[in-house]
């Protein structure tokens, strides 16, 4: 925690080319579109039309913060259902107990995929994309956890060690999507879209992304790695988003098995 001013309220270069861009590739967009929303071409959104600065805002909130978080946590998965091959056939027997050979995972089927649901939220607790969130500002004076916070500290939440605290969490550096299925695992502690008022607005967004992809990678095909034994590195590097290293992957059609 500090006090400093991080350039809260400064002017961003290259604010207008953001903007330019889309606006120039799709000058009136429908209403039913994120972009013709923000313009203001929706008359059930509150509000209406942003100005240039703030759909600068919007549409780096949403680039930045919907893309990269997303697609690491996709690669993490992927990873480390290599090293777990055990778990991935899990997975796709899951899916196709539910689905049966062909259908595939959409939104509504989150609730009859528990395992699935639990590989991905394990994930999201081993490597949180964004492992420090995103710093605050205390507006006024406060204390978490009993110390004391004056107003105008910088706060940055620390979801990583939060993830992988052993007082809370059992053999908390290993990849266990079960124990996300067990009586009493420790929900309140898993924060990867940080928590309160500011938490991300996409998460229901990133949620069903990550289901649906990972559903239907998982239902067509078996991850194996490129050749026996050369699977992913799994260690981190301090970043923004915590990127998985890059690896190769051999992506192999299956078929299900015959009755
Ligand atoms: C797996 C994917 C994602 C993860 C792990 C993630 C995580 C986070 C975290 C930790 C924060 C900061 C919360 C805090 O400081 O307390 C955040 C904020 C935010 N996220 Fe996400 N995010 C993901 C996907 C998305 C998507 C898909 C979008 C939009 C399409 C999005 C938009 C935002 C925005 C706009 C904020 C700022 C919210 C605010 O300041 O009020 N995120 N996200």
Partial sequence: MGTRDWGRGKPVRGRGEVTRVPLQACASPPGDTVLGAL?????SVRGGALGPDRLHMALVDLFIGGTETTAAALAWAVAFLLHRPEVQ??????LRQELGPTGTPQVGDMGRLPLLRATITETLRLRPPAPLALPH????HTSVGGVPVPAGS?????????HHDPETWHRPDEFLPERFLEPGAPWRALVPFGCGARSCLGEALA?????????????????????????PKLGVTAGTV????????????????TP
């Avoid at 056939?89 to 899951?94: C, L, Q």
């Avoid at 500002?137 to 006024?140: P, V």
């Avoid at 910088?154 to 939060?162: H, K």
């Avoid at 649906?212 to 239902?219: A, N, T």
């Fill in 242 to 257: 915590l990127r998985c290293p890059p690896f190769c992957v051999r992506l192999v059609p299956c078929q299900p098995p």
């Fill in 207 to 231: 949620r069903a992304e990550l289901f649906v992809f990972l559903g239907h990678i998982l239902h067509h095909f078996r991850l194996e790695p490129p050749v026996p034994g050369a699977l």
């Fill in 137 to 140: 500002c205390t507006r006024r």
């Fill in 39 to 43: 313009l203001g071409g929706d008359p």
């Fill in 89 to 94: 056939e899990r997975v796709r027997a899951e």
């Fill in 154 to 162: 910088i706060v940055i939440p620390n979801l990583f060690a939060a």
